[in-house]
T-cell receptor
Framework: ETGVTQSPTHLIKTRGQQVTLRCSSQ?????VSWYQQALGQGPQFIFQ???????GRGNFPPRFSGLQFPNYSSELNVNALELDDSALYLC??????????FGNGTRLTVT | AQKITQTQPGMFVQEKEAVTLDCTYD???????LFWYKQPSSGEMIFLIY??????QNATEGRYSLNFQKARKSANLVISASQLGDSAMYFC???????????FGKGTRLHILP
């Protein structure tokens, strides 16, 4: 079985720009969720998608948005980037009952 | 109030010794799951072990075991016979109900000494 893959691995953006991060779910998984992990902290839940609809959201502003596609791959979009958005962004896939399997993450730096 | 508390920011353990990483949790949901993840410096989040709230026995996975004390709301990770490769950040996490929102603790950085 293929695992969760994320792209790109690293990304540098300027404040105010927009960014799109991508994730391919593990085969057989139908949910995808995104987490933000600031340096030295535990991951924070951003949102979750199931059947191409958002069905859970953490304490993140609307400029964080996402998509899930029919093949269960997903995108995380962040508009109007701020310096505090610099973090490791983790994608995870699951089935709602199984343990989540995470990708290797995308490290975003906002300058 | 924090839902997941890991009170040990860092630990140093001699190779081949057993190590216990502490985790306490807080929830009013009768159905929940508890996880431990390992995060090496590379950043990947590696699933180690899972304990469901209705599971009668403590979970074990190879050298990892979860000491689940429901009344105390405690879910400590025990690593037997530690190895140098166990040096990493360890996160305790909880899922309430049936969705994929996982709440993580702040983590414990484990250093295994040769």
């Amino acid at each position: 079985e293929t695992g969760v893959t994320q792209s790109p691995t690293h990304l540098i953006k300027t404040r105010g720009q927009q960014v799109t991060l991508r994730c391919s779910s593990q085969s057989g998984h139908n949910t995808v969720s995104w987490y933000q992990q600031a340096l030295g902290q535990g991951p924070q839940f951003i949102f979750q998608y199931y059947r191409e609809e958002e069905n859970g959201r953490g304490n993140f502003p609307p400029r964080f948005s996402g998509l899930q596609f029919p093949n269960y791959s997903s995108e995380l979009n962040v508009n109007a980037l701020e310096l505090d958005d610099s973090a490791l962004y983790l994608c995870a896939s699951g089935t709602g009952v199984s343990p989540l399997h995470f990708g290797n993450g995308t490290r975003l730096t906002v300058t | 109030a924090q839902k997941i508390t890991q009170t040990q920011p860092g630990m140093f353990v001699q190779e081949k010794e057993a190590v216990t990483l502490d985790c306490t949790y807080d929830t009013s949901d009768p159905s929940y799951g508890l996880f431990w993840y390992k995060q090496p410096s590379s950043g990947e989040m590696i699933f180690l072990i899972y304990q469901g709230s209705y599971d009668q026995q403590n979970a074990t996975e190879g050298r990892y075991s979860l000491n689940f004390q429901k009344a105390r709301k405690s879910a400590n990770l025990v690593i037997s016979a530690s190895q140098l490769g166990d040096s990493a950040m360890y996160f305790c996490a909880m899922r309430e109900g049936r969705d994929d929102k996982i709440i993580f603790g702040k983590g414990t950085r484990l250093h295994i000494l040769p």
